[in-house]
């Protein structure tokens, strides 16, 4: 099979229908290790989303995400963006938030009752979000965000707590001249950019996610889907373009009718000044003041005194 028959591995659909399923496991967890490098080591982990949603009437696919639970405790969210559209940080907070809230042990009616207080001892969470387009203004291709007190004068950066962690993976800084096929960071980076690249063919994690890629893409069905999210995917790109230009011009209309309000006030306070300047010269001539004085205690010209 050729390159140009393959289906897209940075597409969300393909990511996850080669790394978010069981047989494939094994690659997953390598994976997320080589992103972890160790802190933590996953052994094992389960699935928790393997089903493949479908396209919804609003033209968004749900749930194309791979979750996963590495230990009770220990939860991680693996995300795939073909487009930086804006809003990354932000979702990536907002996702593990609620895998937060969603794993956090509640009370029960009993233990409330029995006047145990809720602990706040909540599970571990790690968001992995892999970019074909960059999102951060970092050098290095794979940036961890944590909770943290950032630096001063008197004191040194501080981790607060580790129990929500964000990896931002950007492709796009990854170029290397030479690519260790012993760093499983390094193969997977290269894979995700070009699942071909001759430079990673002998790792037999390669050779298992292209075979899975090989086979999805031979696929009528899978590939039907594949150019159905696809379509969707950019009529919603577009649509949210629109829909922000829209918002800009709007922005910009409201701007101009602003500063067209604030000038034209300006314009009324300006005349309104004057004309009790003219006011009150014309009280201080009948009161047989001379020409230099009431400019002086007006602030008129000698000129417009005079023509009073």
């Not at 809720?118 to 892999?130: A, N, S």
């Not at 492709?171 to 070009?194: E, S, T």
């Amino acid at each position: 099979m050729s390159e140009t028959t393959l289906l897209d591995i940075q597409s969300d659909y393909i990511f996850k229908r080669v790394f978010g399923v069981e047989k494939n496991k094994k690659l997953l967890i390598s994976l997320i290790n080589s992103i972890l490098k160790g802190n933590p080591t996953v052994t094992d982990l389960e699935i928790r989303n393997t089903e493949i949603s479908k396209i919804v009437k609003n033209n968004l696919t749900i749930y194309l995400d791979i979750k996963a639970e590495i230990n009770p405790q220990e939860f991680v969210d693996i995300e795939i963006q073909v487009r930086n559209t804006g809003e990354i940080m932000e979702r990536a907070v907002q996702y593990l938030a609620e895998i937060l809230t969603l794993n956090c042990r509640k009370l029960t009616e009993k233990e409330r009752e029995a006047g145990q207080r809720q602990t706040y001892k909540y599970p571990k969470v790690i968001g992995i979000w892999i970019m074909g387009e960059n999102v951060t203004d970092r050098k290095d291709a794979v940036n961890e965000a944590c909770v943290a007190f950032p630096p001063t004068e008197r004191d040194e950066y501080q981790i607060i707590t580790d129990k929500l962690r964000i990896f931002f993976v950007e492709l796009q800084k990854f170029h290397p001249k030479h690519i260790d096929r012993k760093n499983m960071l390094d193969v997977w980076m290269a894979f995700l950019k070009n699942p071909l690249n001759d430079d990673i063919q002998d790792v037999p994690e390669v050779k298992e996610a292209l075979d899975t890629l090989k086979e999805i893409s031979a696929d009528k069905d899978e590939r039907e889907i594949y150019y159905l999210r696809q379509h969707t995917e950019f009529g919603y790109i577009s649509e949210k373009n629109v829909a922000v230009q829209k918002e800009r011009e709007k922005a910009e209309k409201r701007e101009k009718e602003l500063k067209a309000e604030a000038e034209k006030r300006e314009k009324q306070l300006i005349e309104k000044a004057k004309a009790e300047k003219i006011e009150s010269a014309k009280t201080a001539l009948s009161m047989g003041l001379t020409v230099d004085q009431v400019a002086k205690i007006t602030g008129l010209s000698k000129e417009d005194v005079e023509k009073l």
